[in-house]
């Protein structure tokens, strides 16, 4: 229920919901006064949310800095939160990518220059509608596509949201790799909240941003 909720939120909480509801309320509002609320609030967000020099600064501001790869230290196991594939795209014969595929494409990465023992990808399907399959399923097919070996690729098949995904990575690491060394990769904007997410439920990690919207820092 929590989940169809936050999903919920998140469309009303978009600006784009918002200024296409501003310019409703003025098109349908039969008050003058509040006609003009709506029309000059709508103008405003339109204008504002839709700077790209704004939203620039904004992503600047929120991203994590990216970490020198040289400067890393060896982990054992390389956590991926999903959200980078499009599960409900058909024809269902590949593997359709968004721009947060850097996700994974740094794990293998780091994987391949020895930099981590293991894969982690944490993920369900991450949607209010049902898939075929869960993210993280196909994630390691890809995976074993590239020829990681399947003993390096670990799975969390059941979180549909950040939180989740740091709560059972948690719970699953406590079971099967106690001791080890944690770098959690996601996307530079969404790592605040991952990080904040991975310490609430006390997974111990060092995060490592991928997949920037801006080009310099």
Request: hydrophobic share 45%; net charge positive.
């Amino acid at each position: 229920m929590f989940f169809v909720i936050s999903k919920i939120l998140s469309f009303i909480t978009q600006p784009t919901t918002w200024i296409v509801c501003l310019f409703l309320f003025f098109i349908f509002f039969k008050n003058h006064k509040w006609r003009k609320k709506s029309l000059t609030i709508g103008l405003i967000f339109f204008f504002t949310l839709t700077n790209p020099f704004l939203s620039t600064l904004c992503f600047k501001a929120w991203e994590v800095d990216p970490k020198p790869i040289t400067d890393l230290e060896k982990h054992d196991i390389a956590v991926v939160f999903s959200g980078m594939t499009m599960q409900e795209r058909e024809p269902a014969d590949r593997i359709y990518f968004n721009k947060a595929a850097d996700r994974i494409m740094m794990a293998v990465h780091l994987y391949k220059i020895g930099k981590v023992d293991k894969i982690l990808i944490s993920g369900g399907s991450g949607t209010v509608t049902t898939v075929r399959r869960k993210e993280s399923e196909t994630l390691k097919e890809f995976l074993l596509m590239l020829g990681l070996p399947e003993k390096d690729i670990l799975q969390e098949k059941e979180a549909n949201n950040t939180f989740q995904n740091a709560v059972f990575t948690k719970e699953k690491l406590d079971k099967e790799y106690p001791n080890a060394k944690i770098i959690l990769i996601t996307s530079a904007f969404h790592m605040r909240r991952s990080y904040g997410c991975a310490l609430k439920a006390n997974l111990k990690c060092t995060p490592f941003p991928v997949d920037y919207h801006t080009m310099t820092q």
